[in-house]
């Protein structure tokens, strides 16, 4: 069992950074694949980056230039740099881990862009 907590969300204007953490109970260089996904009210569960254990990272072409998914192995702890957002970046931001046919998750962290 793994177990995820996100921290690092918050109101921020449009243009501005956040860095979302997510801290993991296990040693993450284990972990198959850690992502981050996002879910607006009213909206599907939407990836926003991955990053595996052999340290590829995929990030969602819309969120290419802005977004980052980093790891530091030694704090088992995976980020999210998030810069100039915007309003359609509002969600609650979940942390996730795959491990062979398990998936573990996060409680979100909500995300809110707003002037």
């Known amino acids: 069992q793994v177990q995820l907590v996100e921290s690092g969300g918050g109101l921020v204007q449009p243009g501005g950074s956040l860095r979302l953490s997510c801290a993991a109970s296990e040693n993450i260089a284990s972990i198959n694949a850690m992502r981050w996904l996002r879910q607006a009210p009213g909206k599907e569960r939407e990836l926003v980056a991955a990053i595996t254990s052999g340290g590829s990272r995929i990030t969602v072409d819309s969120r290419k230039g802005r977004f980052t998914i980093s790891r530091d192995n030694a704090k088992n702890t995976v980020y999210l740099q998030m810069n100039s957002l915007k309003p359609e970046d509002t969600a609650v931001y979940y942390c996730?881990?795959?491990?062979?046919?398990?998936?573990?998750w996060g409680q979100g962290t909500q995300v809110t862009v707003s002037s």
């Open positions: 996730n881990a795959v491990m062979g046919s398990n998936d573990y």
